[in-house]
């Protein structure tokens, strides 16, 4: 249950990094909302997942599934640029946070 509740998490990281973004410095309501939402639920559930799993391999789970997705979305939406190099790197990155769960 806390490898599941922690990808959620990460998930919601990816969200709420997005619509930090998109808030404008917290002066848009709308993406303002689903930032602070998104924030509260996503280190709740890294608080619930960090109760079973070590300190270190939860944090680097959530922020890996966090930084790849934002990274990701931007790359879809073409608010970033999409190169070979990139899409390797997050696949390392994805790489690794399977590494981990298999590990653990």
Do not use: N, Q
């Not at 899409?87 to 399977?98: N, R, T």
């Amino acid at each position: 249950m806390s490898w599941s509740v922690l990808v959620l998490s990460g998930v919601l990281e990816a969200v709420w990094a997005t619509a930090l973004g998109r808030s404008d410095g917290l002066s848009r309501p709308g993406p303002s909302a689903v930032f602070l939402a998104a924030l509260a639920l996503s280190m709740a559930g890294l608080a619930y997942a960090m109760r079973d799993l070590p300190v270190g391999t939860a944090y680097a789970v959530w922020v890996g599934i966090g930084a790849v997705l934002t990274v990701t979305y931007a790359m879809a939406t073409g608010a970033e640029s999409v190169s070979v190099v990139k899409v390797l790197l997050l696949a390392g990155i994805v790489g690794c946070v399977v590494g981990l769960k298999v590990l653990h």
